[in-house]
C-alpha cells in the first residue's frame, strides 16, 4: 500500500489528520508538505497549528493568523492563539456568569472551581477548533499541525476529559436552577428562568457535540493519525508509548514517517558512522512498527522552507515509483 493510500476522502464529510511526534523530528513539515499535496490535488484544506511555539508561518513563508488565512488555491491555515483563546474562555464564563445575578456566590464559586479545573487552554483551544470544524464539513481535509507527543495526547484525550468535566457542570448547573425555582417568589431578582433553561440546554448541546466528537475521532474512515520519527532511540521510544496510550482511546496510528534519514551514498567518515547507527535504528523501527505503513524522508542538505520545498516533501512522501507525479485522491 502506498502511503497516500492511507487518506480516506469522504465526499461531503470532512476527514481529519492529526500529524504528531517528539518535538524536533519534522513534524509541521511533513503536515505544511501534506496539506499543500491535499491541495495540489483539488481538495479543500485547512492546516492548523497547535503548538504553541507556532512554525507554520515560517514554513509556508507566509504570516498565517487566528482565523483561516488563505496561503494556497484550496489551501488555508491558522495558528492558535493562547492569549487569544484565553480571552474567549473568559469571556464564555463572565457570559455564564450573568445567567445567574443575585445567585448565591458560594455556588457560583463552585462553577468557577469548575472552570479553573478545565483542561489546559492550549488543548482547549484546538479541541474546540476540532469541535467548530466537526459538523460543518466546510473543507474536505482538516489538518492538524501538533505540539511535541505530551500536549498532543493532551488533546487527542480531551473527549473524554471534556466530557466529565461539562457533566460536572450540568450538574451544578441544575442545582443552581433548582435553588433559583425555589426562591423565585420571595427573591424575584434571582435571574429568567427561560435563561437558566438556554443555559443548561446549550451545556447539554455541548455534551452532545463532545459525544459525537469521540465518534468521530474513533473512527477511521474520519479520522487519521500520523507519526513523524527519525532514526533515534529516543524517538522510536517515545512514538512507541504515545502510540499505546492512543490505543486506550481506541485511537490507533495507521502511518509511520520517518525523517531525516542520512543517505546511503554518504562519502565522508562521520556520515557513514551516523548511516550505520540510523540502519540499526530503521530496522528497530520495521520490528516495532512494521504492521504499519512508513514513508522514508531523506536527510537534505538544505532547510526545508517555502512553496517549492513543500510541495517536493509531497512529491517524495506520496508519489510512487509508477507515478511520480501526485494523483488526484477520489
Known amino acids: 500500500m502506498a502511503f497516500k493510500d492511507l487518506f480516506k476522502f469522504n465526499k461531503g464529510k470532512t476527514t481529519f489528520v492529526f500529524i504528531g511526534g517528539k518535538g524536533g523530528v519534522g513534524k509541521t513539515t511533513v503536515s ?33 493568523g487566528y482565523n483561516p488565512t488563505p496561503i494556497a488555491e484550496n489551501l488555508e491555515a491558522l ?29 457560583m464559586q463552585d462553577q468557577m472551581d469548575m472552570a479553573s479545573m478545565s483542561p489546559g487552554i492550549d488543548e482547549a483551544a484546538a479541541f474546540d477548533k476540532f469541535l467548530q470544524y466537526m459538523t460543518t464539513d466546510e473543507y474536505d481535509f482538516v489538518i492538524f499541525d501538533t505540539a511535541p507527543t ?39 431578582f434571582m435571574g429568567d428562568e427561560e435563561e437558566e433553561d438556554q443555559a443548561l440546554e446549550d451545556m447539554e448541546e455541548t455534551k452532545k457535540r463532545i459525544k459525537e466528537a469521540r465518534g468521530i475521532m474513533a473512527d477511521p474512515e474520519r479520522t487519521s493519525f500520523k507519526t513523524v520519527i527519525i532514526p533515534e532511540e529516543m524517538s522510536i521510544y517515545e512514538s512507541e508509548r504515545a ?33 550505520s547507527i540510523q540502519e540499526k535504528r530503521l ?22 522552507k517555502g512553496m517549492d520545498e513543500l510541495k517536493q516533501i ?17
Open 32 to 64: 505544511a508538505a501534506t496539506a499543500l499535496w491535499f491541495a495540489r490535488n483539488g481538495k479543500k484544506t485547512l492546516i492548523i497549528s497547535t503548538d504553541p511555539a507556532h512554525s507554520l508561518s515560517d514554513s509556508f513563508e507566509r504570516n498565517i
Open 79 to 107: 495558528e492558535i492563539d493562547p492569549d487569544m483563546a484565553m480571552q474567549e474562555y473568559q469571556a464564555k464564563m463572565k457570559q455564564q456568569q450573568a445567567l445567574n445575578p443575585g445567585m448565591d456566590m458560594g455556588m
Open 150 to 188: 505530551g500536549h498532543t495526547l493532551r488533546l487527542l484525550s480531551f473527549p473524554e476529559m471534556m466530557d466529565s468535566w461539562v457533566g460536572k457542570m450540568i450538574k451544578i448547573r441544575r442545582q443552581v436552577g433548582s435553588m433559583a425555582k425555589a426562591f423565585k417568589n420571595i427573591m424575584p
Open 243 to 275: 502510540m499505546e496510550a492512543l490505543k486506550k482511546s481506541n485511537m490507533h496510528t495507521d502511518g509511520i514517517i520517518v525523517n531525516q534519514i542520512q543517505p546511503e551514498e554518504a562519502d565522508c567518515e562521520f556520515c557513514q558512522a551516523r548511516r
Open 283 to 304: 530496522k528497530m523501527i520495521q520490528e516495532k512498527f512494521g504492521n504499519q505503513v512508513i514513508a522514508e524522508i531523506p536527510l537534505l542538505n538544505h532547510e526545508v
Open 314 to 330: 509531497g512529491d517524495i512522501l506520496y508519489s510512487t515509483e509508477e507515478d511520480k507525479a501526485p494523483i488526484a485522491l477520489e
